[in-house]
């Protein structure tokens, strides 16, 4: 539960969204920042049962602030915060999650997929399957958009991210 508490203090004390927390964890294990989820591909990219059990639990037991808000589509999201807790990592490690925290959650969606394909599943080709498992979300520039975004986390992570390349 105080690992969870710690990577939202090192994005910046606020993480929006499940899928923000999932996708920029996620970009912690394979960058080598983070070895405590275990995460399998899921509908919605790489997954991890236990860290989102984690997350619950810190909510839970007041660790970590989560408010769960209704979204202009009519279901819900939770917004975790975290207060109070010393010791914000200012190195690669947090400057990778203040950089997934406030990207836009599609497109950290798309560039955790082609990670996790590349490294976790040895995918030669891992934009591309990408673009075939979600081609709603790929579409209309968002594929091109997130190859940026996996750029700026590579850099944001001091190129501990892997290179996947661009095709």
């Known amino acids: 539960m105080r690992l969870v508490a710690e990577i ?28 405590k ?9 790489p997954f991890s049962e236990a860290l989102a059990d ?11 602030s989560e408010q769960r808000k209704e979204s ?3 279901g819900t999201y939770s917004v975790y915060s975290v207060e109070g807790l ?3 990592d200012q190195g690669a490690r947090g400057r990778l999650l203040h950089e997934a925290a406030k990207s836009d959650a599609i497109l950290l969606e798309l560039a955790a ?9 040895n995918c030669k080709e ?10 709603d979300k790929s579409a209309d520039g968002r594929l091109g958009l997130a190859k940026d975004l996996y750029r700026r986390l ?8 892997p290179e996947i390349g661009s095709a």
């Open 8 to 35: 939202v203090r090192d994005a910046g004390g606020t993480i929006v969204g499940r899928t923000r927390l999932q996708k920029s964890v996620c970009l912690l294990s394979l960058a080598g920042f983070e070895d």
């Open 37 to 45: 989820f275990r995460f399998a591909y899921k509908h919605y990219g």
């Open 54 to 64: 984690s997350a619950d639990l810190a909510g839970a037991f007041d660790v970590i």
């Open 72 to 74: 202009s589509w009519g």
């Open 86 to 88: 010393k010791g914000e």
């Open 113 to 121: 997929t082609a990670g996790y394909l590349f490294k976790e599943e």
């Open 126 to 135: 891992p934009w591309a399957k990408t673009a075939r498992l979600k081609p």
């Open 154 to 161: 590579r850099e944001a992570s001091e190129d501990a991210l």
